[in-house]
């Protein structure tokens, strides 16, 4: 993904860019439930990728707010 960045500091940034941030983080909430759900391994494995999706909505969260100061 390229990042949004502005060429100025007082400058907006394009569209697109935020666009692209959207998708990402789109992206980071798609995740489904396993058809088993009885099954325990399958339930740690989603509790897993829940935690690490979490991470990664952080991360974007804080590139976002970080974008938005400059």
């Known amino acids: 993904m390229r990042r949004a960045r502005a060429t100025r500091h007082n400058e907006p940034y394009e569209p697109e860019d935020v666009t692209e941030l959207i998708v990402e983080a789109r992206k ?12 325990l391994t ?18 974007l969260c804080g590139r976002v707010r970080d974008a938005a100061r400059k």
């Not at 980071?28 to 099954?39: G, I, V």
């Open 28 to 39: 980071a909430f798609a995740w489904h439930l396993p058809e088993d759900r009885r099954n």
């Open 42 to 59: 399958d339930l740690k494995d989603l509790l897993d990728r829940v935690r690490a999706q979490n991470d990664a909505i952080i991360a």
